[in-house]
């Protein structure tokens, strides 16, 4: 994340910290070796205070570019993928420079590194586009991981709000998504009490806890 006392929120994007990405960079393969984690998120950074996005994106781009790959080719060695999340600037953080999953296909083509995937956050993808159902289809291609979090309150997919997440759930599995999907939001109480979504889907879905068929028992 850089450094986050002085504001920053990611490196990859950010002109003049370069050097600083590529330490940051290799301080989290390090840890990502340690614990046997294969996907490591590339955090594009905040457009600097003080400019204009507009007048900056260029600079931004070519910089995310050289960045990332950069990044692909050093995690290519530790057979490694790398991840782009958009994050919306409405409510999140107005000054990220990474919003909506059109732009990250977009930069993930102009890097053209086939270990860079995109992360798509559908908490972040509902307020910037919503669309859902359409934009994980038209990118799946390119997704390396999902995030989940109800909208707008970024609690539990149960709790009140915007998204049918038993519908993207299934969604997911008629595409055949086989990764992890993050559950990147906020409990509203005790965190395994929380976690009665997950357990009345799988019964939804005739299965038992933990995923297993009960055909199977």
């Known amino acids: 994340p ?115 995937k995109l992360q798509l956050d559908l908490f972040h993808c509902q307020i910037m586009d919503g669309n859902l159902s359409r934009n994980l289809e038209t990118y799946f291609p390119l997704i390396g991981h999902i995030q989940i979090a109800q909208v707008p309150g970024r609690h539990e997919p149960d709790s009140p709000g915007e998204l049918n997440f038993p519908y993207l759930f299934e969604l997911l599995e008629s595409l055949s998504y086989t990764g992890y999907v993050g559950c990147e939001y906020a409990p509203k109480g005790d965190t395994l009490e929380g976690l009665g979504w997950l357990r009345s889907y799988w019964e939804s879905r005739g299965l038992q806890h933990g995923g297993t068929s009960k055909a199977a028992k």
């Open 2 to 116: 850089g450094d986050q006392e002085a504001g920053e929120l990611g490196l990859a994007a950010v002109p003049g910290r370069q050097a600083a990405f590529r330490q940051a960079l290799e301080a989290a393969v390090h840890y990502a070796r340690a614990v046997g984690c294969p996907r490591i998120h590339v955090m594009a950074g905040r457009v600097p205070l003080g400019t204009d996005r507009a007048a900056v994106a260029g600079e931004m781009e070519t910089t995310f570019i050289e960045n990332l790959r950069y990044a692909a080719d050093l995690l290519s060695q530790e057979d490694m993928i790398g991840l782009l999340e958009p994050i919306n600037n409405r409510i999140t953080d107005p000054r990220y420079y990474l919003n909506t999953p059109h732009h990250a296909a977009a930069i993930l083509e102009k890097v053209g590194r086939p270990n860079l």
